[in-house]
């Protein structure tokens, strides 16, 4: 079955650096994109990026372009997201999500949490 | 941007009584429009695809419909695993994708 498992979460300060990991089994991980959405404490879900399945494109939202990066070992069968320069508002769980045909997401990880705090 | 508008924010509902859920897009998304189910501490699972579609494992009491800019996702006969927060994405123009902000339905 497909299982997803995130990684490197923690607790930083402002302006620092974090690299999350997806560790993925139970599917062909190298057709597929993947994806990174995060929950702020009590919030809704945000989108955050997508990585295509065989890294040549990525895509942020816009509160996180040019700060995070995505990354991805189709031989590990993982995806990784870079994330620098981080804000208090960066705080949230951070599932990655792999998804179907379209743009919807059929399995999800656990989650990891970053918390950025002074 | 597509703005997905969820009501109510909040649904209070007997057991085995029905409830729907509504998602606005600010723009016309097709039939490109999933929803979610999100227990606390729990990542979402998903529900429907498509504006109507059931993912694998998903009751039939759970249905959606709608196209463009108006859906609504019906539980009927709700039973206590269905008391969650229920999200509906657009994937019909990105990036960025985009969530509602959710729907609590609550026990009455």
């Known amino acids: 079955q497909v299982q997803l498992m995130e990684s490197g979460g923690g607790v930083v300060h402002p302006g620092t650096s974090l690299r999350l990991s997806c560790t993925a089994s139970?599917?062909?991980?190298?057709?597929?994109?993947m994806h990174w959405v995060r929950q702020a404490p009590g919030k809704g879900l945000e989108w955050v990026a997508v990585?295509?399945?065989?890294?040549?494109?990525?895509y942020f939202a816009d509160s996180v372009k040019g700060r995070f990066t995505m990354t991805r070992d189709n031989s590990k069968s993982t995806v990784f997201l870079h994330m620098n320069s981080l804000r208090p508002e960066d705080t949230a769980v951070y599932y990655c999500?792999?998804?179907?045909?379209?743009?919807?997401?059929?399995?999800w990880g656990p989650g990891t949490l970053v918390t950025v705090s002074s | 941007e597509i703005v997905l508008t969820q009501s109510p924010a909040t649904l209070s509902v007997s057991p085995g009584e029905g409830a729907t859920l509504s998602c606005r897009a600010s723009?016309?998304?097709?039939?490109?429009l999933a929803w979610y189910q999100q227990k606390p501490g729990q990542a979402p699972r998903l529900l429907i695809y498509?504006?109507?579609t059931r993912a694998t494992g998903i009751p039939d009491r759970f249905s959606g419909s709608g196209a463009g800019t108006e859906f609504t996702l019906t539980i009927s006969s709700l039973q206590s695993g269905d008391f969650a927060v229920y999200f509906c994405?657009?994937?019909?123009?990105?990036?960025?994708?985009?969530f509602g902000g959710g729907t609590t339905v609550e026990i009455k």
């Open positions: 723009q016309n998304i097709n039939f490109n």
């Open positions: 994405q657009q994937y019909n123009t990105w990036p960025p994708l985009t």
């Open positions: 990585i295509t399945y065989d890294g040549g494109q990525e």
């Open positions: 498509g504006a109507s």
């Open positions: 139970g599917f062909d991980f190298n057709q597929y994109g």
């Open positions: 999500a792999k998804h179907l045909r379209g743009f919807y997401f059929d399995h």
